[in-house]
């Protein structure tokens, strides 16, 4: 039984297959600068890699040369044969409170969510409606990065605003990783031995774009990021939190448009703001006086949400790092852990091996490292949701 999950944005496409018997990618396609002459597509299989620069017009001629790929490769025939096919989608508003199979009123649902995400939900959209036109007979599933959220209890979701704000304007936080933290819960059971609904966990997804959760009972009791990404843990080039008051400072009194904060805040701020790189790895090589610094201020803002959701969950059985950073970096998760009270104890050898479990073994707390695996885990709500219907 094969899905697909696809995962589109405004100029790109990122197109996984996963034999669901096995939980392995059979295929990895992404295709960049659509709408470009030199538009790129990488294509990855078990059995080779190849990379072609062509010119590709649009969402729809992406999708074809995909299944163009794969049907020369004998790896899938059209996507007619597909089990089910799952869609990234980053907003889901406080309407999808998991993975919703695709109809007429779907679409028009994420549709009018457009404003909660200008950027993400029209390229989705895009990807949704060309992938139903090429497999009308397949069952499409939104998955949504804010579903795992939406467990949230209110006084975690409502800004301390007026409250005309959310009942009216639909300003509340609402997550986002949500689909990276929901295969985090089922990892850490695996490996805990523990069932969901019993764990309590820290998870910090660490990657580009940054954020943490407080997990209570298997699901989202609190998250960094709020209305939009750009809240919480300080990232690549997003600033976390700040003082709100300092985006109409930079409006009043240095001129900045709208348009020019928006991008400071989220394109020339974080770890980029700070040292000139927004790369954690380049940072950490580097090691410059700003550098260190951008290391320290991001991994303080780390320390202080672990200790906030220590406190909102007293028990904690987990902290699991995920995402690009989380996963690799050593030195990262032990400047973020060094001398942490509470019984958490880091295993500096394990820490090193990128182990499964690094905490030591009298850690009153477990310490572990997930991979990410968003793409496994949008195909397995599919499957679930194929499962429920038999
Ligand atoms: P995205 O959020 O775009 O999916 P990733 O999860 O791939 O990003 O994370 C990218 C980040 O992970 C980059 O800052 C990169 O430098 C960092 N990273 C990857 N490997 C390492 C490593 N070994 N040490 C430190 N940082 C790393």
């Known amino acids: ?29 992404s295709i960049e600068k659509i709408g470009e002459e030199n538009s790129i597509m990488n294509m990855e299989t078990v059995q080779k890699q190849e990379k072609k620069i062509i010119p590709i017009k649009n969402h729809q001629e992406g999708l074809e040369e995909i299944v163009s790929f794969l049907a020369k490769n004998n790896i899938l025939k059209d996507f007619s044969s597909l089990s089910a096919i799952g869609h990234r989608v980053v907003h889901g508003g406080d309407e999808f409170k998991s993975a919703t199979i695709i109809d007429d009123e779907v679409v028009k649902k994420i549709e009018d969510l457009k404003p909660l995400a200008p950027l993400h939900n029209p390229a989705h959209l895009e990807g949704i409606k060309v992938t139903r036109r090429l497999a009308p007979n397949v069952m499409q599933v939104a998955v949504f990065d804010t579903s795992f959220h939406t467990s949230m209890p209110q006084e975690a979701y409502l800004y301390a605003l007026n409250q005309d704000m959310y009942k009216n304007h639909k300003i509340r936080k609402y997550g986002f990783h949500g689909t990276s933290y929901a295969y985090v819960v089922k990892q850490a059971s695996k490996v805990l031995k523990k069932k969901p609904e019993d764990l309590n966990i820290i998870a910090l997804h660490l990657g580009n774009g940054s954020s943490a959760c407080a997990i209570k009972n298997g699901k989202s009791f609190d998250t960094s990021m709020g209305f939009t990404p750009l809240e919480g ?25 709208v ?8 394109k020339k701020s974080g770890l980029l703001g700070i040292c000139g790189e927004n790369d954690v790895r380049s940072i950490i090589e580097q090691d410059t006086k700003d550098s260190r610094l951008a290391i320290d201020i991001m991994t303080r803002r780390i320390r202080k949400y672990i ?18 950073i989380g996963e690799n970096s050593a030195y990262i998760r032990e400047k973020i852990l060094k001398d942490m ?31 990410a695996n968003e793409e496994l885990e949008i195909a397995t709500q599919c499957l679930e949701i194929l499962n429920s219907k038999k």
Not at 233 to 257: C, F, H, K, N, W
Not at 341 to 359: K, M, T, V, Y
């Open 259 to 266: 348009d020019e904060a928006d991008t400071v805040l989220n």
């Open 233 to 257: 843990l300080v990232m690549g080039t997003r600033s976390g939190d700040i003082d709100p008051a300092v985006v109409i400072y930079m409006q009043r009194e240095l001129g900045l448009s």
């Open 1 to 29: 039984m094969n899905i697909a999950v696809i995962n589109t944005g405004s100029s790109s496409i990122k197109f996984q297959l996963l034999n669901m018997k096995t939980n392995i990618a059979l295929a990895h396609i």
């Open 307 to 324: 200790g906030s959701y220590l406190a909102l969950l007293g028990r904690v059985d987990a902290i699991v790092f995920s995402g690009g």
């Open 341 to 371: 009270p509470f019984g958490i104890e880091l295993d500096n050898s394990l820490n090193r091996q990128n182990a499964i479990i690094i905490s030591k073994n009298n850690s009153q707390t477990k310490i572990m490292i997930v991979k």
